[in-house]
């Protein structure tokens, strides 16, 4: 059986907003919209499905996985954007990336306080720094 993720759906207080907001820090593009949704798709055909939501926001976490040019390249807009990061999920190391299985890995929110992270090797692959 071969079971792959094809899509999520975000909540966003303005998913147009919240779509180019992650579609320009990661160097994608935003697709057409399709109903209520307005997808992000990445690299390996899922797409995030960014919906306008009333009410609360419960943050979710997000983690991509990243070439080290990619990683170069999206955390030079994370720092051009002014935004925080962090070198943790708990955001207790600020300004600061990690290094995890020989890696190297970053925290931010987006604009509905979703967090995502970016990390160049996958959890458990090498070294723990």
Not at 24 to 32: C, D, K, Y
Not at 80 to 105: K, Q
Request: aromatic content about 10%; charged content about 20%; overall charge negative.
């Amino acid at each position: 059986m071969t079971v792959q993720l094809n899509h999520t759906i975000v909540a966003a207080r303005d998913k147009r907003a919240s779509a180019r907001f992650l579609a320009g820090i990661l160097g994608l593009e935003v697709s057409a919209p399709y109903g209520p949704f307005l997808p992000v798709e990445i690299s390996n055909g899922v797409t995030l499905d960014f919906m306008d939501s009333p009410g609360a926001i419960t943050p979710q976490h997000y983690a991509f996985l990243v070439s080290e040019e990619e990683f170069d390249e999206i955390f030079a807009r994370i720092q051009e954007a002014g935004l925080t990061y962090w070198a943790d999920p708990f955001h207790s190391r600020p300004g600061e990336i990690n290094h995890n299985d020989g890696g190297r890995g970053a925290y931010f929110d987006d604009p509905d306080g979703h967090r995502l992270e970016i990390i160049t090797r996958p959890y458990g692959s090498g070294g723990r720094a």
